[in-house]
């Protein structure tokens, strides 16, 4: 039998000691599903970088110019909103209801807020980011273009991640994957028709006209900007309407409270600006290939998007393990937090350590789903093959991470992050790059998420990031 992790919760606050059994049941529980979730997401990504891939070079660098800073941007962004997340995984675990429903209330509201303020901003800055970033000139139209649309839909994008993130925070983790599924298909759909131009196809042996907007680039950006205003709109919706502990229509308080204000800032401002450092790091990385030429842009950007086949189920154990820390902080069961914390250290280090093997031997052909350029699919075969060998030690890092947040731990992840990126990614980047390329980038890449995963699992074995205790 599998118990729910409201069920469990339920045994952890009464002093029940659970069999690993039952642990592990609610780990793969919440695991699987998001762990799905993050393949279709990391599909989503193949199907924009492979449908703008075959347009040419340019267009797939033109993309790859900006995408650190959307990460930069969005980051910072996830790292504000998970704090909510984080709260509500906490007091559901210690059946306090009431004030999780009221975290979800002021969460709409900081997701109005901020949501609408990060557009302006991202809005603003893209007509000049391109050139900030060295972009040749050819290149800085659609880049432009690219990263002023996908702003315009930070709103719908928060909404859709803040609130799938606090579902899982409640133990339903199908209905975020349901949601991603149905966000992909709409990405395929826009995409197809938003990219390319009318043209003729020939379907069951019959020649066919087909509309399209033939907006290549910004095409893309569009496509996925309709796809998440979509998801956005049906996760607020499902918390809306639904039932159980996180239902909205139960009655409650608007109002802001010190208890949230000062849990954000507890947990919230140490993760935005632990995405904050990764991501900026990102752009300076971004910064140093625009240097080696567009085949080392576009190989850069694409082997990029075929790395999250690794890290994908790394990032899908990291959200269960946020939810499964939470509510046994909250529970004041210490010691069942730990057992999750491994649990899910484990499974990550397990499967990304697979996946790693299967980027090592197929990566010419993940390479040739995003673009038929021979150099483009040589050089990125070259240095996803380097990076397989960190996969193992990067998911240590990433499942790691998520248990010491969901304890309250984000500032010693936002420290060892900002250690290892700036300090040891960054400056061997930089060394190596004139000499070695794209390949020396990418080596100083796998050296450091080697360190980083040893760092991580060091702090997790102290167990120093059980101490921080439930929020107030």
């Known amino acids: ?42 599909a989503m990504e193949y199907i924009d970088a492979a449908m703008v891939g075959h347009i040419g070079a340019e267009a797939t660098a033109a993309i790859g110019i900006v995408s650190s800073s959307t990460w930069l941007l969005h980051g910072i962004l996830v790292g504000l909103y998970n704090a909510f997340a984080i709260q509500i995984a906490q007091y559901l675990g210690a059946d306090r209801q009431q004030d999780a429903r009221g975290v979800l209330r002021q969460a709409m509201l900081f997701n109005l807020a901020a949501g609408l303020a990060a557009a302006a901003f991202g809005i603003g800055i893209s007509g000049h980011l391109p050139g900030w970033l060295g972009a040749d000139l050819s290149l800085q139209a659609n880049a432009s273009a690219y990263f002023a ?20 925070a409640s133990g339903d983790a199908l209905t975020p ?5 149905l966000v992909c298909a709409l990405d395929v759909v826009f995409n197809f028709f938003l990219i390319n131009p009318t043209r003729e196809l020939v379907l069951f042996g019959r020649s066919v006209t087909v509309w399209g907007a033939g907006l290549a680039v910004p095409g893309a950006a569009l496509g996925t900007a309709l796809s998440d205003v979509a998801g956005g709109l049906l996760a607020l919706a499902i918390l809306l309407l639904r039932d159980g502990p996180l239902c909205i229509r139960k009655p409650g308080s608007w109002k802001i409270t010190r208890s949230c204000i000062q849990n954000l800032g507890k947990v919230g401002v140490p993760l935005a600006a632990e995405r904050a450092a990764l991501s900026s790091a990102q752009v300076l990385q971004v910064r140093i290939v625009s240097q080696l030429g567009t085949i080392a842009i576009a190989s850069n950007s694409l082997a990029v998007s075929a790395e999250g086949l690794c890290y994908m189920a790394g990032y899908g154990i990291q959200g269960a393990a946020i939810a499964l820390i939470g509510q046994a902080v909250g529970a004041h069961r210490r010691d069942m937090a730990k057992r999750f914390a491994w649990i899910c250290t484990a499974i990550g280090m397990g499967i990304m350590a697979l996946t790693g093997a299967g980027m ?97 699992l060091i702090r997790l074995a102290r167990g120093k990031w059980l101490e921080k205790g439930a929020l107030s």
């Open 149 to 168: 649309i996908w702003s315009a839909a930070l709103p719908f994008t928060m909404a859709m991640g803040m609130y799938t993130a606090m579902l899982r």
């Open 360 to 456: 090592f031997a197929l990566a010419p052909a993940l390479m040739s789903i995003f673009t038929a350029d021979a150099a483009v699919i040589a050089l990125g075969a070259r240095v996803l093959r380097i990076e397989a060998f960190a996969e193992p030690m990067f998911g240590a890092s990433i499942v790691a991470s998520g248990a010491m947040q969901g304890a309250g731990d984000s500032t010693a992840c936002f420290i060892l992050n900002l250690f290892s990126m700036w300090g040891i990614r960054l400056t061997l980047a930089f060394l190596l790059a004139p000499r070695f390329g794209l390949v020396g980038v990418w080596g100083a890449m796998c050296f450091e998420l080697c360190v980083r995963g040893l760092l991580f």
């Open 1 to 42: 039998m599998t118990f729910s992790l409201e069920q469990l919760s339920s045994r952890m606050r009464q002093g029940e000691t659970i069999p690993l059994r039952d642990t592990a049941g609610v780990v793969l529980m919440l695991s699987i599903p998001s762990i799905l979730e993050q393949i279709v997401v990391t």
């Open 177 to 181: 994957g349901l949601i991603s599924v």
